[in-house]
Structure formats: structure tokens, C-alpha cells
């Protein structure tokens, strides 16, 4: 239900009003129920009240609104926007109204030579016109490709017309070709030309006739400024509109030169620039744009390699308003050459006057046949002197021949010679002198052999000076040191097991005793006597019983044993002889073992049951009694122990659904006797899906069910194994929203009565309409102040936004006593004076006080004010009057207050 009140405009056939709660609502004048929000606008903005319309040209429409905040809107229909013009008003406003708000639009004929007004971007463009600029002779069009006739009537004819100018002599008006259903007739030759309609030419043949004609000079081209007038008839010559093109002929062409072509020097730049003084100034507009060889438009371009340069001048949006000019720019190189000099260290070179001693590189630049640079380089090499050494030993004694002459003692001398790149080359002879040598020998021979050393054999120990000459050829002495070694005995003891044999010097032995074995000394070289002492140990033999259970195994001789059996092996004892086990093994037989299980589906609970009972066993959750009952969802397993200790293990899976549960989000109903309360089905868990949902036994594919009357209902879901959740949900029903206005009052001419809103909750929207003679009309509590009897309806909506409504009547008495609310006092002998009127009145006394409580007019009698104050004329504004008058039938005094108006 939609809460419509408020002003009416009448738009495109289109009845609109401005609602309540920042609505613009679309009415449907025939059924007004069915109206719809036609956009809502933002809270941020004040309620609007008044709207009107308003013929804008012959085509457009526009919406104003009064706001609450007494400004005038803008309303815009086309983007649903709502802006403030600015505009405000002295008192609030609730209606407007325009005489043109209910009429259809006039426009019946329109021509347009640019539709989207383009050519305004050339110049200043006559409303529905076109504007051109060009620079030369060309054939220039009177209207834009995009240009537009509207017509409501069968179009007679259009007319083009260059208007009158200096050189008219000179103009061509002509067309490109000529459309079929179109006459053309040139009335007055190159100056009017009139295209009649044939019979059967739409308005699209005669834009497209507009569109091919065109304007030039036949004679010498002249600038200025041409106006072409269009005139479109219709309806037998009753209807017609006019559009004017203005084509603007620039003085061209605006040559200009970059310069003749040239040559620089590498190194150099070269400022290319265009005059200042081409751009051209129409109005506020400027014409003219650069445009250099790369796509810049700077006024100014560097060129810094060789190439050709060359920029465009351009009047934009002028046909035919570019000019350009090209320059070469070439860069001569530098000449540069170069040889290469070398010179022995310690020489000296002189360039330019000036000895160098090290390397380096030496340049002079002289002026080339092309004006630039032209440079010659030497890069001056020293090279070193030569050195070589040479390192030679001689034995005491001897000599060596260097530099001529026999040199016997030891030092470094030297001998200067000439190198292959004619440097001197210096050779130094570095000479050692060996000494004799005398050379120590210790050595060790057997007792019973010879040592030959230096030709000589040796038996006996002792010590002996013997000559020789040693590996540097020079002579040497050798002092012999000589020991003899005696024969050696060891005593070797060993223990072996019964049946091995034990080897020493080649010989094998398996005998228990005392053993002799002669064998040479590894250390000497010499005899060495061996006392072998043999020891045997005898096997021995070790039996063991075992029981292990069935599946189980036990690892016996390097395998691993499963079955019943008699196993032999033999080992390695602690004193490393061999030892013989004997192993007999039993295997016992498992129990049996299983589980069965019993499964409540809804309830998500399980029971299984371990088989045989009365047996050791443990579940894998840790329950040990037979029976167990799970609520998850896991592998279980159970493992049985018998007498013997043997165990046997059986497991299964359970997969449980859990229970179904939910709980219910209620949304109560706003408003009493409203149907938008909501029950929805949520924190839906456990079950297994598709879920169908039940709201008083009724099926639902969707959890929630809306909207829902104040009562009581049973949810329940149901899932795909029948399993059900339900509940009870109770929506009660809010208290109704009761306004009450008060009783029916009767007051006496210019008496206020306080209008007080009484609700059953505490409102938070009040309004009073009509809000006439109401201090405050959105105030629970007003003051009303009517000349004349008036019935209010009281509007409220409380916290939850449901309304209320009540109404009080107020009855004026009938005093016959007219007061105005307004004069103006400006001598024009209409309302100039302020009174009252009516039979049977004489007026006692006047006063009139200013808003700040001051009095500016006190008069005894009927005398009325002539918005003076003290003498002098008395501001705009409102005035407090205070009017004293006896009933001349009665004799009744009476006392009337109230507000004027002073309006100059």
C-alpha cells in the first residue's frame, strides 16, 4: 500500500505526483491503484510539495519542485536527479501550477542545420544554424551531415538564400544533384534557390537536398562572412521556420618558411620556428595549430641530426586552412687522424715545443675546407730497457768466462748489450761457489754378512772416512757408521676350536702343543725363531621349547618361522667356537571374531556387538563390554584375547546421517493486521538432503515462508530418508497504531486553539493537513489560528512506520468582522490602507506592533494604518495588529488579533 499525497504535473501524457517519503509516483489516471514509484530520491534531500511544468522551446520540457526547506528544485525525469536551483521562497509553498502545464507542445515545424551543434566548436553558430569556416574557393554545404527537419505536416517547400554582402556578385549557390520527388528552381541565379515538394518528398529527401547543395565564388576569392537563410514551408504556406548558416571565408593562404636548407657542424643544434603571427582570432575563438614531422605541436622544434624537417599549419575546422614548408639539415663530419710514435726510456719527445718523457697521446686541430674541425692525434709509445739474469754455481776452485774475462769468486756482475727494438738490453751473471761436502752414513747389517760401499767390504761394526764425489760433481767425504744385528726368539701362544688348524711361516698346524718355526725378522732382515703354543676348545650343543600364536612368527637362523616344527642352527659362541641350537616350535590356533551391527537411521546412533562374548576384549574407541553404541561416523574396530593369549582383531565402518535439528528466525509483522511478518527455516544440520519443508502441513521447496499474518504456525522439515524436525512458532500481533486529534472545537474569530496528538506509542512522523493557519505542521502539538471553519486530518507513523490517522473539526464563529492579511501601501489607491470591514462594526482602537513587540501605530477611532511609523514609511513585512470594535446591535466589545503583510 502506497502512502500518495501531495501536487500534480502533467509531462510527455504523463500524470506525475510528488508523494510522501521522497517519491515521484507515475499515476494511472484510471486506476489509481495501480500507480507505481515512479524513482525515489535521497533522504538527504527535503520532501517536495509542489511541481509544475514548463514548455521549454517548442520541443523540451522542464520539471520544477517546492521544497519543504522553501527552495526551489530542478527535477530532472530523464536521470532521476533532484538538485537545488537556488532559488528560495519567503513561504512555504504545497502547490504550483503553470498555464501551459496541461497544453501540448507547439513545436509543429523545426529545422535544424546541426544536430548536435558541432560547428559551434568553429565559431559563434545561430541557434537551430550551422557555422563553417574555409579557406578558399570551396563548395561549401549550408547545413551539417547530421542536420534535421521535423515536421507535423506535409512539407511544401524550403528556400535558401545568401543574404546580401559586399562582394554578392561574386556567389555560386548550386547542388551536387538533385533528389527524385524534389523540384529545384534558382529564382535568382548563384543567390536563391527554392526546392518544392513534387508530391511525394518526405522530410528526409529535403535534408538530403540540403545536404548536397553548396556555396562558392565564382570570381577572385575574398574573405568574409556569408549568411545563408533556410526557410522550411508547410501545410500550404500556414507553417514555417527558419535556420540561418553563417560560412566564413579566412584570408589565406598564410605562407611561411622554415628557412633556406643548410650544413652544420657535428656537435651543433639548429631552432626551427614558425611566425607568430599566423593563428587567426574570431570572437573569443583562435585558430591555428603546429604540427612538426613527429606529431608535436610545440611552437618551437631542434633539429640535431641531419634529415628533412617540415611543419604543418592548420586552421582547425576549416576546410582547406593548411599550409607547411620543408628544410634540409645535413652535419658535416669532423675529421680526425691519427699515427702511432715510439721512443727508448729515458729519451725525450718535443711537440709543440714541449719535452714528454712518459706515454701519452698528443692531438692538434686545425679548420677544415668545410669550416668545421679537423683533428690529427700521435700516440707516443716509450719502451723499456732490457733486463735478463742469469743464475750460475761453480764448484771451489773452478772458474767461469763473463764479459771477458775468468771469474772464480762468487757475486753478480754485469754486461750491457743491444735489444731487438734497438734499446739497450742489461745482463746480470748472479755466481755461487759450492764448498767441499762431508756426508754421514748410519746402516745395520746380520751377523754373519758383508756391506760394499765405495769399492770396499765391510764385516764388522765400527766407524770409516771414506772419499768420493758427490751430484754437483764436486768432491766429498763419507763417514760410515756400521752395526751388526744377532739372531731373534719369540714365544707365540694360541687358542683354536676343535677341528680348525692355525698357520705361521708357510705351515699349518691342528695338534694341541709346543711348535718350533725359523723365519726372517721383518724389522732386521735377519733369522727370528718362533715358539708356537697351541691350545684346542671343543663344539658345544644348546636345545630350547617355544609357542608362538597363529599368524604370528619368530626369526630363527637368519628366516622367519610361521608353522609348528624342529629347527636346527649353529652359532658363534663367546669364546668364537662354533655352538649348536635346537629349536622345537608349536603354533596355537586364534579365536574367531566378528561384529554385527543395528543402525537407527533418524536417531544417528549404532549399536555393534562383538562375537564370542565372555572373552578379553577391547574396543578402538577403549570401551571393553561386548555391546557398544556410537553416534559419529568412523571405523570401529574390536580385539578378543583367549586363554592362551592369542588375540584376533575384526573391524567395519559406520557411516551415521546425525539427527535432523534447526531453529526458526521469526520476523514479526510490523504493523497491525499487516501480512509481512517471516518464519525462515535456519542452521538447518544433519539429515541428508533434498530437504521439503511444511508450514501447517503444507509442502515448500524454500526454508523460508513470507509473508506471513500475526498467528500460530508448525514448521517442520523433512530429508530424504523420512526423517522430520518440527516446531511450534508463534507471530503475535502488534498493538494497532491509534491516533486520536481531540474533540470537535468552536473558537471565536481570531481565537488560536492548541491541536494536541495523542498516540498509543510514541509517533515518529507527524504531520497536520491542510497545514493552513498552523504554526507547525509537522509538530505533534500546533497551534491553530482559522478565519473560517476547517476539518484537520492528523497523519502519523509511529517507530515501525505504521500510520495512523484522525481527524478534528474547527468551527469559526461568525463575527461579520473582515480583516485583510495583506496591503500594500505605494499610492496606487489599491489596498494602500489597512482596516477592518463588516456591518454593524465601529472600530475603538488600532494598534500595530513590529515583530520585535515595538508598537508603530496606536490610534483611537476608525482611523487605518497607512504603513507609516513614526512618519515615516514602514518596512516590508509582517505586522502584529491588536483591533478593539463594539457590535453596534449588541453593544458586545470585542478584542481581534492577528498578522498583516506590508508589501510595497
Not at 208 to 229: K, R
Not at 367 to 385: R, Y
Not at 709 to 735: H, I, K, M, R, T
Request: contains cysteine; glycine residues 8%; proline residues 6%.
Amino acid at each position: 500500500m502506497m502512502n500518495a499525497a501531495g501536487d500534480l504535473t502533467f509531462r510527455n501524457d504523463s500524470l506525475f505526483l510528488a508523494a510522501f517519503f521522497n517519491n515521484i509516483v507515475l499515476v494511472d489516471i484510471e486506476t489509481p491503484m495501480n500507480s507505481q514509484i515512479y524513482f525515489t530520491y535521497p533522504d538527504t534531500l527535503p520532501d517536495i510539495y509542489g511541481i509544475s511544468t514548463f514548455f521549454f522551446g517548442c520541443d523540451s520540457l522542464v520539471s520544477f519542485g517546492a521544497g519543504a526547506d522553501d527552495q526551489f528544485y530542478l527535477i530532472d525525469f530523464g536521470t532521476n536527479e533532484i538538485t537545488p536551483t537556488g532559488c528560495t521562497t519567503p513561504t512555504s509553498v504545497y502547490g504550483l501550477a503553470t498555464i501551459d502545464e496541461w497544453q501540448t507542445s507547439d513545436c509543429k515545424l523545426r529545422i535544424d542545420l546541426d544536430g548536435d551543434d558541432s560547428s559551434a566548436l568553429s565559431g559563434p553558430m545561430p541557434e537551430d544554424g550551422f557555422y563553417a569556416v574555409i579557406c578558399g574557393p570551396d563548395f561549401t554545404p549550408p547545413a551539417d551531415t547530421d542536420m534535421v527537419i521535423v515536421s507535423d505536416y506535409f512539407i511544401d517547400s524550403v528556400t535558401v538564400e545568401v543574404l546580401p554582402h559586399p562582394d554578392t556578385d561574386q556567389d555560386s549557390l548550386g547542388t551536387v544533384g538533385q533528389i527524385p520527388g524534389i523540384h529545384y528552381a534558382f529564382p535568382i541565379p548563384g543567390k536563391k534557390m527554392v526546392l518544392s515538394n513534387a508530391g511525394s518528398a518526405t522530410t528526409t529527401d529535403f535534408e538530403e537536398a540540403l545536404q548536397q547543395s553548396f556555396l562558392t565564388q565564382s570570381g577572385i576569392y575574398s574573405p568574409g562572412l556569408w549568411e545563408i537563410q533556410i526557410i522550411a514551408w508547410a501545410n500550404n504556406g500556414t507553417v514555417s521556420d527558419t535556420a540561418i548558416a553563417n560560412i566564413l571565408r579566412l584570408p589565406g593562404p598564410q605562407t611561411f618558411s622554415l628557412g633556406g636548407d643548410t650544413t652544420l657542424c657535428n656537435g651543433t643544434e639548429l631552432t626551427l620556428a614558425l611566425p607568430q603571427n599566423l593563428a587567426y582570432q574570431i570572437d573569443t575563438f583562435t585558430f591555428g595549430t603546429i604540427t612538426w614531422q613527429d606529431g608535436s605541436h610545440n611552437p618551437f622544434f631542434t633539429a640535431t641530426t641531419s634529415g628533412s624537417y617540415f611543419a604543418d599549419f592548420s586552421w582547425e575546422e576549416a576546410p582547406g586552412c593548411t599550409w607547411s614548408d620543408t628544410i634540409e639539415v645535413n652535419f658535416a663530419d669532423t675529421v680526425l687522424t691519427q699515427n702511432a710514435l715510439t721512443q727508448c726510456e729515458g729519451e725525450s719527445f718535443i711537440f709543440n715545443g714541449q719535452a714528454f718523457y712518459t706515454d701519452t697521446l698528443l692531438c692538434t686541430t686545425t679548420v677544415g675546407f668545410s669550416g668545421c674541425d679537423s683533428t690529427h692525434c700521435i700516440n707516443l709509445t716509450f719502451l723499456p730497457v732490457g733486463l735478463t739474469l742469469l743464475d750460475s754455481t761453480i764448484c771451489q776452485g773452478q772458474t767461469v768466462f763473463f764479459n771477458g774475462q775468468q771469474i772464480n769468486t762468487a757475486g753478480i756482475f754485469a754486461d750491457t748489450l743491444t735489444g731487438a727494438n734497438g734499446c739497450d738490453s742489461i745482463l746480470l751473471l748472479d755466481l755461487a761457489i759450492l764448498p767441499p761436502d762431508t756426508t754421514h752414513i748410519d746402516t745395520t747389517i746380520c751377523q754373519g754378512s758383508t756391506l760394499i760401499f765405495a769399492g770396499q767390504t765391510f764385516s764388522l761394526p765400527g766407524e770409516y772416512l771414506l772419499p768420493f764425489t758427490s751430484q754437483d760433481g764436486c768432491d766429498s767425504l763419507a763417514e760410515l757408521r756400521l752395526s751388526v744385528s744377532p739372531p731373534d726368539t719369540t714365544l707365540l701362544p694360541v687358542n683354536i676350536c676343535e677341528g680348525e688348524s692355525f698357520q705361521v711361516g708357510g705351515q699349518s698346524f691342528a695338534t694341541q702343543g709346543m711348535h718350533e718355526v725359523l723365519l726372517t725378522s721383518q724389522l732386521t732382515g735377519c733369522d727370528s725363531l718362533i715358539l708356537l703354543d697351541l691350545t684346542l676348545t671343543p663344539v658345544a650343543e644348546i636345545q630350547t621349547d617355544t609357542l608362538i600364536c597363529e599368524g604370528e612368527s619368530i626369526l630363527f637362523g637368519g628366516q622367519m618361522l610361521y608353522q609348528s616344527g624342529i629347527f636346527t642352527d649353529t652359532l658363534t659362541g663367546t669364546t668364537g667356537c662354533d655352538s649348536v641350537v635346537t629349536l622345537n616350535l608349536a603354533v596355537l590356533p586364534v579365536p574367531a571374531v566378528s561384529i554385527s551391527v543395528q543402525t537407527d537411521t533418524c536417531g544417528g546412533i549404532a549399536q555393534l556387538t562383538a562375537q564370542p562374548t565372555g572373552t578379553d576384549l577391547v574396543w578402538s574407541n577403549g570401551e571393553m563390554q561386548n555391546a557398544i553404541k556410537i553416534t559419529l561416523s568412523d571405523n570401529y574396530s574390536v580385539t578378543v584375547t583367549d586363554a592362551n593369549g592369542c588375540s584376533a582383531s575384526a573391524d567395519t565402518t559406520i557411516m551415521l546421517t546425525p539427527p535432523l535439528t534447526a531453529s526458526l528466525d521469526i520476523t514479526n509483522p510490523r504493523c497491525h493486521d499487516t501480512a509481512d511478518g517471516s518464519i525462515e527455516i535456519a542452521d538447518l544440520q544433519g539429515g541428508r538432503a533434498p530437504f521439503l519443508f511444511f508450514l501447517d502441513g503444507m509442502p515448500s521447496d524454500t526454508p523460508v515462508f513470507a509473508p506471513l499474518p500475526a498467528g500460530n504456525y508448525v514448521v517442520s522439515v523433512q530429508d530424504d530418508y523420512g526423517c522430520e524436525w518440527s516446531s511450534g512458532a508463534l507471530l503475535p500481533s502488534p498493538p494497532p497504531f491509534e491516533l486520536d486529534a481531540g474533540d470537535n472545537q468552536t473558537i471565536a474569530p481570531g481565537q488560536s486553539v492548541l491541536l494536541s496528538a495523542t498516540a498509543s506509542s510514541p509517533p515518529d512522523t507527524v504531520w497536520w493537513l491542510p497545514p493552513d493557519y498552523l504554526n507547525c505542521p509537522t509538530c505533534p502539538e500546533t497551534e491553530a489560528t482559522p478565519t473560517e471553519n476547517i476539518t484537520y486530518r492528523l497523519f502519523a507513523l509511529d517507530t515501525n512506520g505504521c500510520p495512523g490517522t484522525d481527524t478534528i473539526a474547527i468551527i469559526v464563529q461568525s463575527s461579520g468582522v473582515y480583516i485583510p492579511n495583506a496591503f500594500s501601501p505605494n499610492g496606487d489607491g489599491i489596498n494602500d490602507l489597512f482596516t477592518a470591514y463588516g456591518k454593524h462594526l465601529h472600530i475603538e482602537s488600532l494598534k500595530i506592533f513590529n515583530r520585535w513587540g515595538g508598537i508603530v501605530w496606536n490610534t483611537q477611532g476608525d482611523v487605518p494604518w497607512d504603513g507609516t511609523a513614526n512618519g515615516q514609511p514602514a518596512q516590508e513585512g509582517v505586522y502584529v495588529f491588536l483591533l478593539e470594535y463594539t457590535h453596534t446591535n449588541t453593544g458586545e466589545v470585542n478584542v481581534i488579533s492577528g498578522d498583516v503583510l506590508l508589501i510595497r
